[in-house]
C-alpha cells in the first residue's frame, strides 16, 4: 500500500512512524545541498573541459611518448586534484556560513572527509545540518565519477594520438 502525505503525517502523529528529525528540518539540507551540489558539479565540467583543451594543443606538438604519458597524466591527475579541493572549500565555506562546524579548519577537514567518503575524523556537523554531510558524500561520488571517466578519455586520446603517426607512417611504408 503506497501512503500520501497526509497519511504519513498522521502516522507520525500517532507514533506508529517516528524519526529524530522533522522533515521541515531537512528542508534546508537540500536547499542548500542541491544548489552546491550543481555548482560543483558546473564547475567540475568546466574545469575538466579547460584541462582536456590544454592537453589536446600539447598533443600536437612532436615528444617522446611515454615521457609525454607520464607528464600529461601527472598534469590532470593534479589539476582535477585541485578541482576537487576547491569543490570541497565551497562545502566548507557553506559549512562555515551555517555555522554547522564552530572553525574554518574543521569544516574544511571535515568537507574533505565528506566529500571522499572518508570520513575517518571524529567531526560531526550540528544536528540540524547532518543530511547535508550526506549529501556532500553523493556530490563527492558523482565528481571522482566525472574525474574517473575523464582520466580514462583522456589516456584513450593520448594513446590514440600516438598511435596515428605510427600507423600512419605503417600505412606510407606499406603503400610504396
Known amino acids: 500500500m503506497l501512503l500520501?502525505?497526509?497519511?504519513?503525517?498522521?502516522?507520525?502523529a500517532q507514533g506508529v512512524l517516528s524519526y529524530?528529525?522533522?522533515?521541515?528540518d531537512w528542508g534546508?539540507?537540500?536547499?542548500?545541498?542541491?544548489?552546491l551540489v550543481v555548482l560543483t558539479v558546473v564547475i567540475h565540467v568546466?574545469?575538466?573541459?579547460m584541462i582536456r583543451r590544454r592537453v589536446i594543443k600539447a598533443t600536437r606538438r612532436e615528444?617522446?611518448?611515454?615521457?609525454?604519458?607520464?607528464?600529461?597524466?601527472?598534469?590532470?591527475?593534479?589539476l582535477a586534484t585541485t578541482l576537487h579541493g576547491l569543490e570541497a572549500f565551497l562545502w566548507a565555506m557553506a559549512f562555515r556560513v551555517l555555522q554547522a562546524l564552530p572553525n574554518s579548519s574543521s569544516a574544511m577537514l571535515y568537507s574533505l572527509n565528506a566529500i571522499t567518503s572518508y570520513g575517518h575524523e571524529n567531526l560531526n556537523l550540528s544536528r540540524h545540518w547532518e543530511l547535508l554531510g550526506a549529501i556532500e558524500a553523493l556530490n563527492g561520488w558523482l565528481l571522482f565519477g566525472l574525474t574517473t571517466?575523464?582520466?580514462?578519455?583522456?589516456?584513450?586520446?593520448?594513446?590514440?594520438?600516438e598511435e596515428k603517426p605510427q600507423r600512419a607512417a605503417s600505412m606510407k611504408a606499406g603503400a610504396s
Open 149 to 161: 571517466a575523464f582520466l580514462f578519455a583522456m589516456i584513450q586520446d593520448i594513446w590514440l594520438s
Open 63 to 78: 615528444h617522446h611518448p611515454a615521457a609525454f604519458f607520464a607528464v600529461m597524466m601527472t598534469m590532470m591527475t593534479l
Open 28 to 35: 534546508a539540507d537540500w536547499a542548500w545541498g542541491l544548489p
Open 4 to 12: 500520501v502525505g497526509a497519511e504519513v503525517r498522521m502516522l507520525f
Open 46 to 49: 568546466l574545469g575538466l573541459a
Open 20 to 24: 529524530d528529525l522533522p522533515a521541515a
